[in-house]
T-cell receptor, first 109, second 114 residues
Framework: GENVEQHPSTLSVQEGDSAVIKCTYS??????FPWYKQELGKGPQLIID?????GEKKDQRIAVTLNKTAKHFSLHITETQPEDSAVYFC????????FGAGTILRVKS | DSGVTQTPKHLITATGQRVTLRCSPR?????VYWYQQSLDQGLQFLIQ???????AKGNILERFSAQQFPDLHSELNLSSLELGDSALYFC?????????????FGPGTRLTVL
């Protein structure tokens, strides 16, 4: 079945710096790749997603890139703010969503 | 607020007991998904319903069952509870239940089995 690996497990950045989280997936037939942000005590919230016919997608300070050949996709957050601190999950879907283990992002002010 | 509601927010029970978790999807969404989130297993897909019918099954134990009712709300039943069932249980919903559909998550139910 599908396996999704996510790195790093924790990431600390200074406010205003950029943050990058990377994921690799195993099933080449996966064609949908969402990213979720989870704050303490809350459910995962979709922040951006990309489908396999697109290589890059941007939404204000957040961007996702997809390399289908290498089977990896990345989340880029620019100009980080303290409210970006949370756990971020990537996921890949062929028949069902399979999630990475998560990245704890800490933005220091 | 995603529009997905879950009750109860917290549940504390004893081993061997049975509990029911409830989920109401976003208005207009026909598909409901259940996930379990634990520290050691991460976020794991359990089961999906679309318009009242089971559509996909994941790592759901035989002690667990779910259903989706005509008004589209869903219930997850957990029986013969064990300590290891303590976890966060999330419900998500999507419009069509397709594998590329955006899934919107509810706030979760925290289950503690003592």
């Amino acid at each position: 079945g599908e396996n999704v690996e996510q790195h790093p497990s924790t990431l600390s950045v200074q406010e205003g710096d950029s943050a990058v989280i990377k994921c690799t997936y195993s099933d080449s037939a996966s064609n949908y790749f969402p990213w979720y942000k989870q704050e303490l005590g809350k459910g995962p919230q979709l922040i951006i997603d990309i489908r396999s016919n697109v290589g890059e997608k941007k939404d204000q300070r957040i961007a996702v890139t997809l390399n289908k050949t290498a089977k990896h996709f990345s989340l880029h957050i620019t100009e980080t703010q303290p409210e970006d601190s949370a756990v971020y999950f990537c996921a890949a879907s062929r028949y069902k969503l399979v999630f990475g283990a998560g990245t704890i992002l800490r933005v220091k002010s | 607020d995603s529009g997905v509601t879950q009750t109860p927010k917290h549940l504390i029970t004893a081993t061997g007991q049975r509990v029911t978790l409830r989920c109401s999807p976003r208005s207009g969404d026909l598909s409901v998904y259940w996930y379990q989130q634990s520290l050691d297993q991460g976020l794991q897909f359990l089961i999906q319903y679309y318009n009242g019918e089971e559509r996909a099954k994941g790592n759901i134990l035989e002690r667990f069952s779910a259903q989706q009712f005509p008004d589209l709300h869903s219930e997850l039943n957990l029986s013969s509870l064990e300590l290891g069932d303590s976890a966060l249980y999330f419900c998500a919903s999507s419009q069509r239940g397709e594998r590329t559909d955006t899934q919107y998550f509810g706030p979760g139910t925290r289950l503690t089995v003592l």
